[in-house]
């Protein structure tokens, strides 16, 4: 899905290896549990103490150094939202400079899809400029 956004099929103009935790920076975990409606990266707070008796929104972001990394409860899916923004474009640009860098996975650098990715973080940025929603990775 990096080199065509939403892409299901599979073929060597489609497709590329990368490592598996860049990969995972792809995937919108939030649309694994029942979000009530919330965009991406974010959740309905309810297992927090700063959520109890109150209608609450969770952010959080993946990186190439942790799974998943709690930004904070917010009042509103919107404020939470750009927080989520905000830190997953950070998330893309850190994680091509570890595939550029770490000898251990700079093998498998591509340069293409290293620049598709940025790109990515550019939209998310661009998306949180303007206080528009991100609605795909």
Request: hydrophobic share 40%; proline share 6%; charged share 20%.
């Amino acid at each position: 899905d990096i080199i065509v956004p939403g892409n299901k099929l599979y073929s060597p103009e489609t497709c590329c290896f990368i490592p598996q935790k860049l990969n995972f920076l792809f995937r919108d975990f939030s649309r694994n549990v029942a979000n009530f409606g919330a965009p991406m990266g974010v959740t309905y707070a309810t297992d927090t103490p700063e959520s109890l008796n109150k209608k609450r929104w969770k952010a959080q972001v993946s990186s190439v150094n942790k799974p998943q990394t709690y930004l904070g409860v917010f009042d509103t899916k919107e404020q939470a939202h750009r927080v989520w923004q905000a830190a997953k474009a950070a998330a893309l640009d850190d994680a091509v400079q570890w595939w550029a860098f770490d000898p251990s996975v700079n093998p498998t650098f591509q340069q293409n899809v290293a620049t598709l990715i940025l790109d990515r973080a550019e939209k998310i940025r661009h998306d949180l400029s303007q206080g528009l929603e991100t609605t795909e990775i």
